[in-house]
């Protein structure tokens, strides 16, 4: 079975692939997007849609679940949502 990953804000199940991942890394906790395989540590998943993101800044939604301080830049996961709209 094909394992599936749940987006932060609207609980969506999807395939990883459809998911933009954000992971704050377990050594460094710097917060990466789209990490590589060599990244480990607690992450999050968003769907590449504008209204996902948005939701996930919210009441800083999103820095609540990865337990991280870090200002994570909305721009960048906005602009690779328009990308995969293109
Ligand atoms: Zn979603």
Redesign the pocket.
């Known amino acids: 079975m094909e394992h599936k990953r749940k987006?932060?804000?609207?609980?969506?199940l999807?395939p990883k692939e459809e998911?933009i991942k954000i992971t704050k890394e377990h050594t460094s906790g710097n917060v990466v997007i789209m990490p590589n395989s060599k990244v480990f540590g607690r992450s999050a998943?968003?769907?590449y849609?504008k209204?996902?993101i948005s939701?996930a800044f919210k009441k800083n939604r999103l820095n609540k679940i990865l337990k991280s301080g870090i200002n994570i830049d909305k721009e960048t996961l906005l602009s690779l949502a328009q990308q995969k709209d293109k």
């Open positions: 987006c932060i804000t609207c609980g969506e999807k998911l998943y968003l769907c849609n209204d996902c939701m």
